[in-house]
């Protein structure tokens, strides 16, 4: 066995922790690939060739090889997802506190980019809930804004804040995750530049941002809300030792979540308060390494803040009607405008948006339909990746492969055709975006920073 391949002290820091086998470790980062897993979208069905379902999620498949995802149309238009299985665990804890509650819920997704677990919540959560996914880092807010555009629902917002912020809503959300920043030797396998990160001294300090994140969020969370904990390292400072400040900070109570023995995740609990975690090694797991954790608030302290209904914007009936026409259940929605731009997102959360507006720094709300120019409207690329956009009122184009390629390249696309005016640009049935289709050219409108710049 080769342990030179490991930062110095680091497997020594293993070998008390919960699980831990030395052994199958080593091999598992010598001799096994990554495997290659995909989420498929619940709102999107498609046919997807995959080998093999991932046990603890639904929608989570694995792949026998990794194809070129870059150059398959169905990624572009939001039918999977690209995600390690092992962080799909987050889907069985949600749906074992969430299976009987029929109630609308709030949800933190705090540390959302690039949006693997924003849109894993968002596929197990109710249509009704609302999901708020947040990124703390500005240089990362696009790629999670345009991964949830891709899944298509209405009901997330995006927000880029610190976690402090949230403070100002105390007792606002139901469910919290912190996917927090931690050393990443979960990574090692899947990326071994990671080795050159990782340091026992990195280790002391990512758990004191944990406890800085974690205490930040908890006035944010309800009374007998669920706080979802979860890191990509192996460390008990990271992980256990977490779970029982936590317990002891606050008043928080651990939370058991039935595993099947055959899944090879390692159950573990807290020296201290014996709050349960679930270990998951490469070599036991099919996939990479993860700890999740899952506790309740039980303390009644802080009350949402009071919110006084400000009325919907007074807007001209004739271009509500005009955008309407472009929307499934258009009636379902709250429509309004922010400066040239209409929006829509669904009638229940009109007010909690408008209370985040208050306090966080919105990015994305709901789904952008686009802009109106007389009594015609310009439609954004979020309207045609929506899962709402009224294909009966609109223009479709089926592509092959060939051109869906170059559309997804805003090259030229040969496409003969008499149809004219906007049009979805569709693959295997589902929209990749919009074009305008004129007497003697196609005008593509894929966004210039989404489209394909590598070769085959």
């Not at 690329?381 to 184009?397: G, M, R």
Request: contains cysteine; hydrophobic residues 35%.
């Amino acid at each position: 066995m080769n342990e030179q391949i490991f930062p110095e002290n680091f497997l020594d820091s293993l070998k008390n922790e919960p699980g831990f086998d030395k052994k199958k470790f080593i091999e598992a980062h010598q001799n096994n690939s990554p495997p290659t897993s995909i989420r498929i979208n619940p709102f999107k069905k498609s046919q997807i060739k995959t080998d093999g379902q991932v046990p603890w999620c639904a929608n989570g498949h694995y792949l026998d090889e990794r194809p070129s995802f870059t150059f398959d149309p169905l990624f572009h238009a939001g039918c999977y997802y690209v995600q390690e299985a092992s962080s799909m665990f987050i889907d069985h804890i949600y749906k074992c506190i969430n299976q009987n509650n029929n109630e609308t819920v709030n949800v933190l997704d705090l540390c959302a980019a690039p949006g693997g677990k924003s849109t894993l919540l968002n596929s197990t959560m109710k249509i009704s809930d609302l999901l708020v996914s947040n990124e703390i880092i500005k240089t990362r807010v696009p790629i999670l804004y345009d991964n949830l555009n891709r899944w298509g629902t209405a009901n997330t917002i995006v927000t880029n804040n610190d976690p402090r912020d949230f403070s100002r809503l105390p007792g606002f959300f139901d469910v919290i995750l912190v996917d927090a920043p931690c050393s990443g030797s979960g990574m090692f396998r899947k990326d071994p530049g990671a080795m050159n990160e990782w340091s026992e001294a990195n280790v002391s300090l990512c758990h004191q941002r944990q406890e800085r994140i974690l205490a930040d969020i908890y006035p944010a969370l309800k009374q007998d809300g669920y706080l979802i904990y979860s890191t990509c390292s192996y460390s008990h400072q990271e992980n256990e030792d977490i779970l029982d400040w936590l317990c002891g900070e606050f008043d928080m109570e651990t939370v058991r979540i039935p595993i099947y023995k055959e899944w090879g995740i390692v159950e573990t609990e807290s020296p201290k308060h014996k709050a349960w975690g679930y270990r998951f090694y490469p070599g036991l797991v099919q996939g990479e390494g993860l700890f999740a954790a899952c506790l309740q608030k039980k303390d009644a302290s802080g009350e949402p803040p009071v919110f006084k209904n400000k009325g919907n914007q007074k807007l001209p009936a004739k271009e509500i009607d005009a955008v309407k026409a472009y929307l499934i259940s258009p009636d379902d929605f709250y429509l309004f405008r922010v400066n040239e731009e209409w929006l829509a997102v669904d009638h229940q959360h009109k007010e909690s948006l408008e209370l985040l507006q208050k306090f966080l720094y919105l990015k994305k709300s709901g789904v952008r339909i686009g802009k109106l120019i007389g009594n015609d409207l310009v439609p954004d690329h979020e309207l045609a990746l929506s899962i709402y956009v009224n294909k009966e009122n609109i223009l479709q184009t089926e592509l092959n492969y060939e051109q869906a390629i170059q559309y997804l390249r805003r090259d030229n696309i040969n496409l003969n055709t008499n149809d004219k005016g906007w049009s979805l640009m569709n693959f295997d049935g589902h929209p990749l975006g919009w074009a305008k289709l004129l007497p003697n050219r196609i005008n593509n409108y894929f966004p210039k920073e989404l489209r394909i710049l590598s070769s085959n």
